[in-house]
């Protein structure tokens, strides 16, 4: 072999390695458009981290640009209104980002206003499509079988309890916590706290509620189908809670003030979701023992034997209702950087980066190899794989899944701060007026 040819055969061998040491990291620049910056929103704070989910942002951002040279720029929109606005920014035309963190109880919505752009092919062909649950990529699919998004987490709603104020385990039903809730009331507790208004008190509290009486959200067409004699039990059931002063007045309000009653235990249980434990914090327990240990105060709690969980509570005869919800990745149609926003999901489908997701974020990896790593193999964990094993149910499929939500969580509080309304004919009225608004 001549000095040329042998020139030629070594960089034909590093071309080639180049290119299988690219194919196998999956964090390679995949085009021009990949090297560019890319706009992301999401709901977590990267620039000035308050909690374990801003912070885990905010370590992926650096991450990401010293790993790949890449970088992204977040975009923090209010919790509560970045699906919207996601819809909105892709109708008006307006700005729109290259990538979305997204809540999979939206993508009705999303699919009927074609907002997100078709992942399918990307999704398949991608290293980590076998390594993800079926549960979770089934969160991510139309009903025409297109993937509209990448599952990133999996959440949980379930109960919080301490267990010297429910020595017996928390109540499996709602009769059951009646009688215990006139116990506790007596040592001036409340038996329970938790998110009465907005549609976060839908999704945590009111969902498991519904579900085990029999009580319709929507029908087949995505329109409201809730009033209905299951929906009035719940209201009469939460109605009692209040009325008898077993549940704090503030868990009608907005915001969350309504978990301090818990946090310092004036209530013995609190029903929220397993993305509640990075804020529960700091914990007062019964007998005044502090925990103060960020995002680890649960589970610090939990092995002193202080603190316990339960599945969602439900009516007698019921079976619990765990909301099944994925927070993921999606691309809106507009996205100026399409090869970019592909290039950061296959960073974030790595095993590790997945896994400090689900860490912290309060919830399940998406990828079963990122929940076969040590951090879940804990008593909370556990217990949360468990919960979403048994009991997880999709959340309702409302066509404006915000104005349906609202709709119903407004008429709940409504009923229930005022006690001498007619459930059936509120419950009636506010889903004549939703269904209305889609005509």
């Given amino acids: 072999m001549n000095k040329t040819s042998f020139s030629l055969f070594r960089l034909t061998v590093v071309v080639l390695c180049i290119f299988t040491l690219a194919g196998v990291s999956g964090l390679q620049r995949t085009s021009a458009l990949a090297e560019k910056p890319i706009t992301l929103w999401t709901k977590l704070n990267a ?22 040279g890449n970088e992204a720029t977040n975009v923090v929109l209010p919790y509560d209104q970045i699906n919207s606005k996601i819809n909105l920014a892709v109708q008006s035309k307006g700005d729109v980002p290259d990538l979305a963190m997204i809540d999979g109880q939206y993508l009705a919505f999303f699919v009927h206003n074609g907002t997100l ?29 297109k993937i509209m998004c990448v599952p990133g987490v999996q959440t949980a709603s379930f109960v919080y309890y301490w267990k010297s104020m429910y020595p017996n385990g928390f109540p499996a039903t ?32 009111y969902f498991s509620l519904m579900h085990s009486a029999g009580a319709a959200f929507n029908d087949e067409n995505g329109k409201a189908a809730w009033a209905n004699p299951g929906t009035v039990k719940v ?40 993305w509640s434990y990075a804020f529960l914090n700091p914990l007062t327990a019964p007998d005044g023992t502090k925990f103060d240990n960020g995002p680890d105060s649960v589970s610090n709690a939990a092995k002193a034997g202080k603190l316990g969980y339960a599945p969602p509570l439900v009516f007698p005869g019921g079976k619990p209702a765990s909301q099944a919800n994925i927070t993921g990745w999606a691309i809106p149609v ?33 990828m079963l190899s990122a929940r076969a790593e040590d951090v879940f193999k804990g ?5 949360v794989a468990e919960i979403q094993e048994k009991y997880s149910v999709p959340l309702p499929f409302l066509v404006d899944y915000d104005k349906g939500m609202l709709a119903l969580a407004d008429t709940f509080t409504k009923l229930v701060s005022q006690p001498n309304l007619d459930p059936m004919k509120e419950l009636q009225a506010a889903q004549d007026n939703y269904n209305n608004s889609l005509e």
């Fill in 334 to 366: 507009g996205s100026q950087n399409v090869e970019g926003a592909k290039a950061f999901i296959n960073y974030l489908m790595q095993t590790k980066v997945d896994a400090a997701f689900g860490v912290g974020f309060g919830a399940m990896p998406a």
């Fill in 235 to 274: 209201i009469e059931f939460v109605r009692t809670l209040f009325k008898e002063k077993y549940a704090p007045e503030v868990a009608l309000a907005t915001g969350f003030d309504y978990e301090n009653a818990f946090k310092n235990a004036d209530a013995g249980a609190l029903l929220a979701g397993s």
């Fill in 117 to 145: 752009m078709d992942l399918t092919d990307f999704v398949k062909s991608a290293p980590w499509f076998k390594d993800l649950t079926p549960s979770s990529i089934a969160a991510c699919t139309a009903p025409d079988g």
């Fill in 47 to 68: 620039a000035s981290p308050q909690t374990s989910q801003d912070q885990w942002l905010a370590d992926t951002l650096k991450a990401y640009t010293k790993d790949t």
């Fill in 379 to 383: 008593d909370y964990w556990k217990t």
């Fill in 174 to 205: 709602t009769d059951d916590l009646l009688k215990e809730a006139a116990r506790l009331k007596k040592e001036g507790k409340y038996a329970v706290t938790f998110k009465g208004s907005e549609n976060f008190s839908l999704e945590v509290c």
